[in-house]
């Protein structure tokens, strides 16, 4: 017994000392991408955001004094205050909206939940800046339906851009683009359920709405909670919708509206590249924290999940 | 189990091979390989005639520069313009910032507004042309137009197209209500409110996206708001927030708030669209304003609109002063491998008669090449938006003429962003106009010293 134990040991160490080169030509071709389109960027960017250089002046190390600079600065602060105000309005409305639509399309069976299923995923096949485009047509008081509407009721048409509306304005355009996308998340893991389970309640007597809230829910968890993490990121990094809109705000968009639109007005047009790493990185720490803060949480109370 | 590694080993190698073998494909769709001066900004969007001589890259983004450059290859043996459009303003000062940054990437000649060429001298991004003939064209532009390009003796851009400003105004409008055309900003207040109190449209429109407008405006009534040469680039005077500036910050806010003017964002589908069916009576707008208008679908004949051009409202009518808005220069690049050569296009691109001619004939520029300022031809055209109305000749020539040029500072983007903010508290009442500009002063200074200049 020993001795076909050691002759299958021996290959098999010898065939350990061989695996690791092999499996680095495995990852070489993702590797390569990586370390030259992200990781090369990044640690640039970091040695970029070390240094300062003001437009009169040379470049001077200044170690983390531009993240000093960055975190005391009202205009990249006002920003991730938006940002953060932004999140915490726009991410419970998404959940429940695409929740909502998944929970109606997985119960529904007939051929109208095909479409209804497409209908609603659309908004998200359609380009952020095309679908921002019409939404701006849609919001405009000379060409848009509002000023209609609102003239049947001898009102004028609220400026829906305007600094006090613009925060709603937004609010509607990212619901509408992502709902569509988080919904199919939501439905694909509700397709994932064992569907004896559903019997099971019946049998123990769940109506329709016990088992949604009871069953689908709380089994689907990890899936909300992978939707919220994607959420959370895509809005603390807010860019394109605002930008797009940007010329027709009539002044509300600034050039520090998000931190992401402060970083890129300083880089490419205040000639600020080494401010703007700073702002990119200090941008990134807080996602992070963000993001762990949220984990932290949803995993005391969930215990492991996600 | 050993045909298997090597599978794997053959296989990781091949897929590398194909991942290498992506990148050496880059360099060849250039199309000018065999190129001396051409640089590294890419390829070109014009033909090249005259393939044997040398090119010069150039980024440009005239509506009609495609024509321009096919007439500028033909007639020329010695050199040939490789052209593309980099986008227009601001996302093409984006890319060359960029290039800059990275020390390559950057076409031969690069088409800038005015506003911002001493931003890109201090970057070390533009070449003296006073060293490379500059002086030979010299005598082809007025003083003002001059002054906008050069400090002291140095000459960094050759100026092509112009924006010396004017009002224009709906006729048809002005006649329906009993308006006068006004000469003053006073008259223009009170026909504003004539027009309101008759039921009419808004007299005009103070935009927070227009801050070079405003600086124009401003600069009518006496602001000289940077101190700063190109040659002694560490100091810089501020000085924004003068009686006279705070007195046109002040009207206008007045205007905003008595309902006067509109408020709207400009250069978008919903202004231009206001200016067509008639929702303001004036444009308080530069030369460009007629070929804009037309390109952008508002014309005289569709809408039933009938604009005509008058001299922008003054505040002293004995003293009068002209103002400018927009324009556009055509610089040499430090980037660029043959100076001397790409110092002849900047000099002579959209320089002769026939390029010239057709830049008028398509609205495209207001041409500051006094060959074509200064002919009768181009003074006696009748300009169809303006229902054939001479307006070169009444309006616009004199006002050009009488320009005397303005000292940018080296942070117009950061300054405009801020002023757009100052313009937004005039809007929206939160701070007077003089208040706005006392802080805007303070935020320019604070700015400047961050920048690291001596603040004089």
């Given at each position: 017994m020993?001795?076909?134990?050691?002759?299958?040991?021996?290959p098999?160490?010898?065939?350990?000392?061989?695996?690791?080169?092999?499996g680095?030509?495995?990852?070489?071709?993702?590797?390569?991408?990586?370390?030259?389109?992200?990781?090369?960027?990044?640690?640039?960017?970091?040695?970029?955001?070390?240094?300062?250089?003001?437009?009169?002046?040379?470049?001077?190390?200044?170690?983390?004094?531009?993240?000093?600079?960055?975190?005391?600065?009202?205009?990249?602060?006002?920003?991730?205050?938006?940002?953060?105000?932004f999140?915490?309005?726009?991410?419970?409305?998404?959940m429940?909206?695409?929740?909502?639509?998944?929970?109606?399309?997985?119960?529904?069976?007939?051929?109208?939940?095909?479409?209804?299923?497409?209908?609603?995923?659309?908004?998200?096949?359609?380009p952020?800046?095309?679908?921002?485009?019409?939404?701006?047509?849609?919001?405009?008081?000379?060409?848009?339906?509002?000023?209609?509407?609102?003239?049947?009721?001898?009102?004028?048409?609220?400026?829906?851009?305007?600094?006090?509306?613009?925060?709603?304005?937004?609010?509607?355009?990212?619901?509408?683009?992502?709902?569509?996308?988080?919904?199919?998340i939501?439905?694909?893991?509700?397709?994932?359920?064992?569907?004896?389970?559903?019997?099971?309640?019946?049998?123990?007597?769940?109506?329709p709405?016990?088992?949604?809230?009871r069953?689908?829910?709380?089994?689907i968890?990890?899936?909300?909670?992978l939707?919220?993490?994607?959420a959370?990121?895509?809005?603390?990094?807010?860019?394109?919708?605002?930008?797009?809109?940007?010329?027709?705000?009539?002044?509300?968009?600034?050039?520090?509206?998000?931190?992401?639109?402060?970083?890129?007005?300083?880089?490419f047009?205040?000639s600020?590249?080494?401010?703007?790493?700073?702002?990119?990185?200090?941008?990134?720490?807080?996602v992070?924290?963000?993001v762990y803060?949220?984990?932290?949480?949803?995993?005391?109370?969930?215990?492991g999940?996600? | 189990?050993?045909?298997?590694?090597?599978?794997?080993?053959?296989?990781?190698?091949?897929?590398?091979?194909?991942?290498a073998?992506?990148?050496?494909?880059?360099?060849?769709?250039?199309?000018?390989?065999?190129?001396a001066?051409?640089?590294?900004?890419?390829?070109?969007?014009?033909?090249?005639?005259?393939?044997?001589?040398?090119?010069?890259?150039?980024?440009?983004?005239?509506?009609?520069?495609?024509t321009?450059?096919?007439?500028?290859?033909?007639?020329?043996?010695?050199?040939?313009?490789?052209?593309?459009?980099?986008g227009?303003?601001?996302?093409?000062?984006?890319?060359?910032?960029?290039?800059?940054?990275?020390?390559?990437g950057?076409?031969?000649?690069?088409?800038l507004?005015?506003?911002?060429?001493?931003?890109?001298?201090?970057?070390d991004?533009?070449?003296?042309l006073?060293?490379?003939?500059?002086?030979?064209?010299?005598?082809?532009?007025?003083?003002?137009?001059?002054?906008d390009?050069?400090?002291?003796?140095?000459?960094?851009?050759?100026?092509?197209?112009?924006?010396?400003?004017?009002?224009?105004?709906r006729?048809?409008?002005?006649?329906?209500?009993?308006i006068?055309?006004?000469?003053?900003w006073?008259?223009?207040?009170?026909?504003?409110?004539?027009?309101?109190?008759?039921?009419?449209?808004?007299?005009?429109?103070?935009?927070?996206?227009?801050?070079?407008?405003?600086?124009?405006?401003?600069?009518?009534?006496?602001?000289?708001a940077?101190?700063?040469?190109?040659?002694?680039?560490?100091?810089?005077?501020?000085?924004?927030?003068?009686?006279?500036?705070?007195?046109?910050?002040?009207?206008?806010?007045?205007?905003?708030?008595?309902g006067?003017?509109?408020?709207?964002?400009?250069?978008?589908?919903?202004?231009?669209?206001?200016?067509?069916?008639?929702?303001?009576?004036?444009?308080?707008?530069?030369?460009?304003?007629?070929?804009?208008?037309?390109?952008?679908?508002?014309?005289?004949?569709?809408?039933?609109?009938?604009w005509?051009?008058?001299?922008?409202?003054?505040?002293?009518?004995?003293?009068?002063?002209?103002?400018n808005?927009?324009g556009?220069?055509?610089?040499?690049?430090?980037?660029?491998?043959?100076?001397?050569?790409?110092?002849?296009?900047?000099?002579?691109?959209?320089?002769?008669?026939?390029?010239?001619?057709?830049?008028?004939?398509?609205q495209?520029?207001?041409?500051?090449?006094?060959?074509?300022?200064?002919?009768?031809?181009?003074?006696?055209?009748?300009?169809?938006f303006?229902?054939?109305?001479?307006?070169?000749?009444?309006?616009?020539?004199?006002?050009?003429?009488?320009?005397?040029?303005?000292?940018?500072?080296?942070?117009?983007?950061?300054y405009?962003?801020?002023?757009?903010?100052?313009?937004?508290?005039?809007?929206?009442?939160?701070?007077?106009?003089?208040?706005?500009?006392?802080?805007?002063?303070?935020?320019?200074t604070?700015?400047?010293?961050?920048?690291g200049?001596?603040?004089?």
């Amino acid at each position: 017994m020993t001795n076909p134990a050691a002759v299958l040991r021996a290959p098999s160490r010898r065939r350990n000392l061989r695996r690791p080169w092999i499996g680095w030509l495995f990852i070489a071709p993702f590797g390569v991408i990586f370390l030259v389109f992200l990781v090369a960027p990044l640690v640039y960017a970091f040695y970029l955001s070390l240094f300062s250089k003001g437009l009169a002046t040379g470049t001077t190390f200044s170690g983390a004094g531009n993240y000093v600079k960055a975190f005391t600065d009202p205009e990249f602060l006002s920003g991730i205050w938006f940002v953060i105000r932004f999140a915490v309005i726009l991410i419970p409305i998404q959940m429940a909206v695409s929740l909502a639509a998944a929970l109606v399309l997985d119960a529904l069976t007939t051929r109208l939940s095909r479409f209804a299923r497409l209908a609603i995923f659309v908004p998200y096949a359609i380009p952020a800046v095309v679908g921002t485009l019409m939404w701006g047509f849609l919001y405009s008081p000379t060409f848009g339906p509002l000023t209609d509407l609102f003239k049947v009721v001898n009102q004028s048409a609220p400026e829906i851009l305007s600094s006090g509306n613009i925060f709603g304005g937004l609010l509607n355009i990212v619901v509408w683009q992502w709902a569509g996308y988080y919904m199919i998340i939501i439905y694909a893991a509700l397709r994932g359920i064992d569907p004896s389970i559903y019997e099971a309640a019946r049998i123990d007597g769940a109506g329709p709405r016990q088992i949604a809230f009871r069953i689908k829910v709380p089994m689907i968890s990890s899936a909300m909670a992978l939707i919220l993490v994607f959420a959370l990121i895509g809005t603390l990094q807010f860019f394109t919708e605002p930008q797009v809109l940007r010329p027709i705000s009539n002044g509300s968009i600034t050039s520090s509206f998000t931190p992401n639109i402060y970083a890129f007005d300083l880089a490419f047009r205040f000639s600020q590249f080494n401010y703007a790493s700073t702002i990119s990185f200090s941008l990134g720490i807080v996602v992070f924290i963000a993001v762990y803060i949220f984990l932290f949480a949803s995993r005391k109370r969930r215990g492991g999940l996600s | 189990m050993k045909t298997k590694s090597l599978l794997a080993v053959v296989s990781a190698g091949a897929l590398l091979a194909a991942l290498a073998g992506c990148s050496p494909d880059v360099s060849a769709g250039g199309g000018s390989t065999d190129s001396a001066g051409g640089g590294d900004a890419g390829s070109c969007s014009n033909t090249i005639v005259n393939k044997d001589a040398p090119q010069v890259s150039v980024w440009a983004w005239y509506p009609n520069i495609n024509t321009v450059v096919d007439m500028f290859n033909k007639s020329h043996d010695d050199v040939q313009v490789c052209w593309s459009n980099a986008g227009q303003g601001a996302d093409e000062y984006a890319k060359f910032s960029t290039a800059i940054a990275a020390g390559t990437g950057a076409p031969d000649v690069v088409m800038l507004e005015a506003e911002v060429v001493p931003g890109f001298i201090l970057q070390d991004a533009l070449v003296d042309l006073s060293e490379h003939g500059a002086d030979d064209v010299k005598a082809n532009f007025s003083a003002g137009a001059w002054k906008d390009v050069s400090s002291g003796d140095s000459v960094y851009a050759i100026p092509v197209d112009g924006g010396p400003m004017a009002m224009i105004y709906r006729a048809d409008i002005f006649t329906k209500y009993g308006i006068t055309v006004p000469t003053t900003w006073d008259e223009y207040a009170a026909a504003a409110q004539q027009l309101k109190d008759a039921g009419g449209p808004f007299m005009g429109d103070f935009g927070s996206n227009v801050p070079a407008w405003f600086t124009a405006l401003m600069t009518q009534n006496g602001q000289k708001a940077w101190d700063y040469e190109s040659a002694d680039p560490q100091k810089i005077g501020v000085n924004l927030n003068d009686a006279g500036s705070k007195k046109v910050a002040d009207y206008w806010q007045d205007l905003v708030k008595k309902g006067l003017v509109d408020t709207k964002d400009q250069f978008n589908t919903d202004y231009i669209g206001g200016l067509a069916n008639g929702s303001y009576a004036t444009y308080v707008s530069a030369a460009w304003a007629p070929g804009y208008l037309t390109g952008a679908g508002a014309s005289t004949e569709g809408d039933g609109a009938q604009w005509q051009a008058a001299p922008l409202p003054q505040w002293d009518p004995a003293n009068p002063v002209s103002v400018n808005w927009g324009g556009s220069t055509f610089a040499v690049t430090t980037q660029a491998k043959d100076k001397d050569l790409a110092a002849t296009v900047a000099k002579e691109l959209y320089a002769s008669d026939e390029e010239l001619q057709d830049g008028v004939d398509t609205q495209t520029i207001f041409p500051l090449n006094q060959k074509m300022l200064a002919s009768d031809a181009f003074a006696d055209t009748p300009v169809k938006f303006f229902n054939g109305q001479t307006a070169n000749k009444d309006v616009y020539i004199p006002a050009e003429n009488a320009y005397e040029g303005y000292t940018y500072s080296p942070f117009t983007t950061y300054y405009y962003s801020e002023l757009t903010k100052s313009m937004v508290s005039i809007i929206d009442g939160s701070k007077s106009g003089s208040q706005s500009l006392d802080d805007l002063q303070k935020t320019m200074t604070d700015y400047a010293k961050a920048q690291g200049f001596t603040v004089k």
